[in-house]
């Protein structure tokens, strides 16, 4: 993949602000379902640069392969926890809303796991997730992390 443009180089203000937000809500909830979160959106919007950036960030942060692997198949893997499964659910919700609102039947669980607070704080971070999958897809880009290179 050949990137577009670099939008931290044509936008730097804005592109430096709005790292400083994701950052933010990136820190508001725990590192672990932050990273699973951020897998799962980019897995529903074939993001292969965030996937390959979260599930390395994920393995620094002590997440396992297991883990990381069933993810696509969230609901039929009994390794995640109900809080988990209550984000994973609102996350493929939210990513997914396009294609009908099943956020209805996700609203639930996400309530049972979360207080009001969370719930804010997790849906923030469905969106900015998935709008830095849009960026990535759309410019074409492709970051290797320091995980990364080490893996390789």
């Known amino acids: 993949m050949t990137a577009r443009l670099d939008p931290y180089a044509a936008a730097p ?22 990273e699973l979160v951020k897998i799962r959106a980019s897995q529903i919007n074939q993001c292969a640069n965030c996937i390959n950036m979260h599930t390395a960030e994920a393995r620094t942060q002590g997440e396992t392969e297991q883990r990381i692997y069933l993810l696509s198949a969230w609901r039929e893997a009994p390794c995640y926890t109900d809080r988990e499964r209550a984000a994973l659910g609102w996350t493929d919700a939210l990513t997914s809303l396009s294609q009908g609102h099943g956020h209805d039947a996700a609203y639930p669980a996400l309530a049972a796991q979360f207080t009001e607070e969370e719930q804010v ?19 074409g880009l492709w970051i ?3 995980a990364t290179r080490v893996a390789a």
């Open 144 to 146: 290797d992390t320091p």
């Open 13 to 34: 203000s804005l592109m430096k602000q709005w790292t400083a937000v994701s950052l933010a809500i990136n820190a508001s909830l725990e590192p672990s379902l932050v």
């Open 121 to 139: 704080k997790l849906t923030l971070l469905i969106n900015v997730m998935n709008a830095w999958n849009r960026i990535a897809v759309g410019f």
